[in-house]
């Protein structure tokens, strides 16, 4: 049967806080449009005027759908060609979702994005329902047809697997901003010190290149030897120049809610750096530079007043 104007009308009101909870399920905006779209193809079939609720049926579908992803994804991790970092979203991109409390822009930062791969996928469910659109335990332990208790069990086994991953404190927007402006001249100052000031010891620097652009299989660990690699990778150079085909900018811009440096060549994002920076220093330096994984944040740039470059690199 096809679905009528009030139908359409009523998916494409839940539509953003389904693409919302979708990304912070995945990691992915591409795999998340998927999850939303498969999901209006279900609404479309079934016999809408006996939804009572339609945001719970949606939500219910939508999760049912990204926990099959997220059981077929570990698998696809396992011959993904190098490390696998998330999709980062620009500032201002509605897939962020809901914004308004503390739990909310955590559980999309990067750095929180990757903590939740350590996560059942019934656990990252609960996780991201309950902390970042707090739905009360009750109408989660519907969605997965598990009881109450089950469902609260669940979400303290998840909460303490994030914190064993995140124990550092947070510092706020502004002062993140300035230490990546200190980052950066440090990066390019040609010398290891000042970076490794602003490095935590146990500092890691991952790249995810995903097979197409050049990016190492293993993570760099420690404070001399991120710096070291951040040294080089800022260095200038005439193959480098080659490799990606001219000298691209640089910016400060926003990913996930935090700071984050941009790549642009030619007014296409050919990376983007996020930092996870805490009160006792920068602990992770996460590069995304798989093109497949930049094509949304590089049409979100395009359409977006971006002043100009802080410098050119190489």
């Keep these: 049967m096809a679905p009528t104007a009030n139908d359409m009308d009523r998916f494409e009101t839940f539509m953003p806080r389904l693409k919302a909870i979708a990304y912070r399920l995945l990691g992915s905006a591409s795999d998340a449009e998927d999850a939303v779209q498969d999901t209006f193809l279900r609404w479309q079939a079934a016999e809408t005027d006996r939804i009572e609720v339609p945001e719970a049926w949606l939500t219910k579908v939508l999760t049912n759908l990204c926990l099959n992803q997220l059981t077929s994804a570990r698998a696809r991790r396992e011959t993904y060609v190098g490390q696998w970092l998330p999709e980062p979203l620009l500032a ?4 962020l979702g809901p914004a308004d409390t503390v739990e909310q822009r955590e559980s999309v930062s990067y750095a929180m994005l990757r903590l939740m791969e350590r996560l059942s996928p019934d656990e990252r469910v609960v996780y991201v329902l309950r902390e970042a659109f707090d739905y009360p335990h009750r109408k989660i332990a519907k969605i997965l047809d598990i009881t109450e208790a089950g469902c609260q069990q669940i979400f303290h086994r998840a909460k303490k697997h994030m914190a064993d991953g995140r124990s550092r404190t947070e510092i706020d927007e502004a002062a993140a901003r300035r230490i990546v402006e200190e980052f950066l001249a440090a990066a390019t100052s040609g ?30 660990e420690g404070a001399v030897a991120v710096a070291k690699f951040m040294r080089g990778l800022f260095k200038p150079g005439k193959a480098k ?30 990376g983007v750096m996020c930092l996870d920076i805490t009160a006792e220093g920068i602990t992770a330096v996460l590069n995304q530079a798989n093109p497949d994984k930049l094509e949304r944040a590089t049409r979100r740039w395009e359409a977006s007043d971006h002043g100009e470059p802080l410098f050119n690199a190489f």
């Design 191 to 220: 010398r290891t010190e000042p970076l490794v000031r602003l490095l935590t010891d146990d500092a890691v620097s991952i790249g995810d290149g995903g097979g197409k652009v050049p990016a190492r299989t293993k993570a760099f």
């Design 92 to 95: 201002g991109d509605p897939m």
């Design 241 to 270: 120049r080659l490799i990606v085909g001219g000298s691209p900018e640089v910016y400060i811009s926003s990913a996930n809610h935090a700071p984050a440096v941009l790549v642009v060549l030619d007014g296409r994002v050919i």
